[in-house]
């Protein structure tokens, strides 16, 4: 059984930071292509960045690249996503999920993600 469970989420000013976790159990993250998506209210769900099992690549949506760094621990089977510079516009709930299916290549589409989480709120205050 996966289960996802992300954590870090909060409240925090515009310039600030978070680094949010997802740890993962059923799977095996750095088999596994890992993202975070995020969904702000009335808003679709959208891709915000990847990090593939196949060679470790990291892929980014253009409204937080430059400010975004995904990261895995393999050891603790734990994937990151660290944000920076954050903005009001950022305001979302954060979801991680994950593809172990071993394709090669990124995906933005939140159809081809099997596993999620619950989702962690992030909230940016002006």
């Known amino acids: 059984q996966v289960q996802l469970v992300e954590s870090g989420g909060g409240l925090v000013q515009a310039g600030g930071s978070l680094r949010l976790s997802c740890a993962a159990s059923?799977?095996?993250?750095?088999?596994?292509?890992m993202v975070w998506f995020r969904q702000a209210p009335g808003k679709e769900r959208e891709f915000a960045a990847a990090?593939?099992?196949?060679?470790?690549?990291?892929y980014y949506g253009d409204s937080v690249k430059g400010r975004f760094t995904i990261s895995r621990d393999n050891a603790k089977n734990t994937v990151f996503l660290q944000m920076n510079s954050l903005k009001p516009e950022d305001t979302a709930v954060y979801y991680c999920?994950?593809?172990?299916?071993?394709?090669?290549?990124?995906?933005?589409?939140?159809?081809?993600?099997?596993?999620w989480g619950q989702g962690t709120q992030v909230t940016v205050s002006s």
């Open positions: 999920a994950a593809d172990s299916s071993l394709w090669v290549g990124v995906r933005s589409s939140e159809r081809e993600y099997k596993y």
């Open positions: 990090i593939l099992w196949y060679g470790g690549s990291s």
């Open positions: 059923g799977l095996t993250v750095s088999r596994s292509n």
